[in-house]
């Protein structure tokens, strides 16, 4: 059995900063991918950010310069430090990641934490 389970979210004014974290457990033997999306109303799920096992990152154009995504391997936790927020910004996030359990990848998903930015 594999969790993902994410903490951090909240209410905060616009401009302000939140860090998601995202903690894995379970049987695992390997992390390879991991990465951030969110869920606004009404809209489609957006993929924000990875980071592959080596630290690579990538994002969307939309978190680019304000989102930081990372991972610290020894604690299987992922994070997402967001600045200067938006009242956009606004949605359900959730991390996913690739874990390997023996000679398979799966794909796991988190619970997701609400992140409320107000004007």
């Known amino acids: 059995q594999v969790q993902l389970v994410e903490s951090g979210g909240g209410l905060v004014q616009a401009g302000g900063s939140l860090r998601l974290s995202c903690a894995a457990s379970g049987s695992i033997f390997s992390i390879n991918a991991m990465g951030w999306f969110r869920q606004g109303p009404g809209s489609k799920r957006e993929l924000l950010a990875t980071i592959t096992s080596g630290s690579s990152t990538n994002y969307a154009d939309s978190v680019k310069g304000r989102f930081t995504i990372s991972r610290d391997n020894a604690k299987m936790t992922l994070y997402l430090q967001m600045n200067s927020l938006k009242p956009e910004d606004t949605a359900v996030y959730y991390c996913?990641?690739?874990?390997?359990?023996?000679?398979?990848?799966?794909?796991?998903w988190g619970q997701g934490t609400q992140v409320t930015v107000s004007s």
């Open positions: 996913n990641a690739n874990i390997r359990r023996g000679r398979d990848v799966y794909s796991y």
